[in-house]
């Protein structure tokens, strides 16, 4: 997607250990209107895939999974990260381990929302490793749901996670592919 | 908002310790044309305000956030809980007492993205003794922005969060305002 590869070289910042920080726009102040287009194009790729539902993970998945909610005309689930108060009674559960944040979490979902009879696109706002991604499709699995496939905003190509679940049969669109950064130069050079 | 009012009655579970579940709709699972519609609300309410930015927190506000953002055409800043590696440079902190969790933790929001040429519309999804909005108000005084008031989905009224805001001369718009719940009976009255 042209519009998101031109905000990335904008306003995309690359550091050391293959950092892109996209906070401007993506996952501290959201631009709204770009999450916006980002979510008409999912629904155009997976327009004739009968999704029911959208699967995210808090929190910065939420933004992009809203609009591309917006889109399909359904609801938006979004994982949590750990088992609160406010969740009560029978819920699907699954490991996640965190590049960011050094560590390993449980992200939750309700059995109340996810069943055989959906089925769902994954969106979130990164892929790298596909560690998150793996949680929610073993959670999918475990509520009997169909997937349709995942749709990403930045996929970071070098490391691999998006291109381990094309070569399981899992279709993911990603919105822009990141091949290559240097945190010398600030280049960012994406996959075509 | 009578639609907001009526899915809480229909939807909502009341439970013992004056716990609203709205998890179906509101804060798991969203309903995201509800959403826009309380976007739409809170455009009307505020929009001779002058709004530059949308402020929520993560992670449950940023679902509503992105939808009132998306009315006024400007951009969703979210406070993060916690200073991850991704957040670099200066930012404005401050404490929230969480009722949910029962913890106190730091909310943080770079200084890159607000300063005194904003004005501020404060947007969450709950609203019960005010904590995580004082918290949200302190980062807006201590950057110099104005603040136009604060958008809620939900308020409980008789946590009296909301009042002492407007006792301050905050001006406070709830889309609902819960004045009595009954764990009991599952009867909830709404303040008119």
Redesign the interface.
Known sequence: MQLLENRIIKDGKV?PGN?L?V???L???????L??KMGLEMKELFKDSGVTKILTI???G??VG??V??HF?C????A?KSK?????GDVYTSKVESF???CTYDII??K??LNENDTVLIVDDFLAKGNALNGLIDIVNQSGAKLAGCGIAIEKGYQGGGDKLRAQGIRVESMAIVEKMDDKTGKIIFRR
């Open positions: 550091f950092v920080k906070d401007s726009f996952n501290h102040q959201l631009d709204v209107d999450l916006d808090e929190a910065s939420i933004g809203c609009l909610a917006r005309n609801p938006l689930l979004f949590k609160t108060l406010n969740i009560k960011t944040h050094q979902v309700s109340d929302f």
